[in-house]
């Protein structure tokens, strides 16, 4: 009687231990910028792979990346011609298109995926190099001109969005409606992140969306992720 119960605790232990092995394989590895690069330093050959559109890619992006758009009609057919026994490095402009690559991977038997936490714009902020091998790009709108433009006794509705965005897209059709309907109260500005990355990095905006209210430069509301049209426009029609 006391080995049979030996045997089952034994049993019960390793089936444990193999339940617990399996989620420490499986477990995300989302990793801070500086970490981020430090563990591709630390990665021999590392397999490095952009999952933005080519467009973006080509704006600056990591050293020794690979462009495999996450949301291109071949991005299952370019995976598989990674080695899945090495650890891979995705990353995206803000995380959530590398997330759920990196989730697909993942499925599909990579062993070690590590993930840009907030992406590239995290990767900016943390003044991290970048290249466009060779490319020149263009830095946008500058501080300056930003100023300018949010400079006035109207109020100004400061929207940062990026076309691969979906909430960025879900709020544009209302954002147009407020331009138009509450002309006399506000201006509605709209900055393409992706366009004007230095601006991004020198006002902190890490995230999309996000929306600014300033009223003589001076920001009297501020709201990061998807946001409702009439929360907005009570916002608007209370700010003095």
């Known amino acids: 009687m006391k080995n049979r119960i030996v045997i089952s605790f034994a049993v019960i232990a390793s089936l444990f231990a193999g339940c617990s092995n399996g989620q420490t394989k499986s477990t995300n590895q989302a990793l801070e910028a500086a970490e981020f690069s430090e563990k591709i330093k630390e990665t021999p050959n590392a397999i490095i792979v952009d999952v933005r559109t080519p467009g973006e890619y080509a704006q600056g992006h990591l050293s020794g990346a690979v462009n495999i758009d996450w949301k291109g009609a071949d991005f299952g057919k370019q ?39 907030g992406g590239m714009m995290k990767w900016r902020a943390a003044n991290l190099p970048e290249t466009t091998n060779g490319s020149p790009v263009s830095e946008g709108m500058n501080r300056q001109q930003f100023e ?74 501020e709201n990061k992720g998807y946001v409702d049209k009439e929360t907005v426009v009570k916002t608007i029609q209370s700010t003095k």
């Open 79 to 117: 995976m598989e011609t990674l080695d899945k026994s090495k650890p891979v490095f995705v990353y995206c402009l803000s995380g959530g298109r590398s997330a759920s690559a990196a989730n697909k991977m993942r499925s599909e038997g990579f062993e070690q995926v590590y993930e840009l936490k």
């Open 148 to 221: 300018q433009l949010v400079n006035s006794d109207k109020l100004v509705l400061v929207d940062f969005y990026a076309d691969w965005c979906a909430p960025c897209r879900k709020m544009e059709p209302y954002l147009e409606e407020i331009s138009k309907d509450m002309a006399d109260q506000v201006t509605v500005l709209r900055i393409n992140a992706d366009d004007n990355k230095k601006l991004m990095k020198e006002l902190g905006v890490s995230s999309l969306p996000v929306l600014q209210l300033y009223r003589n430069q001076t920001v009297k509301w």
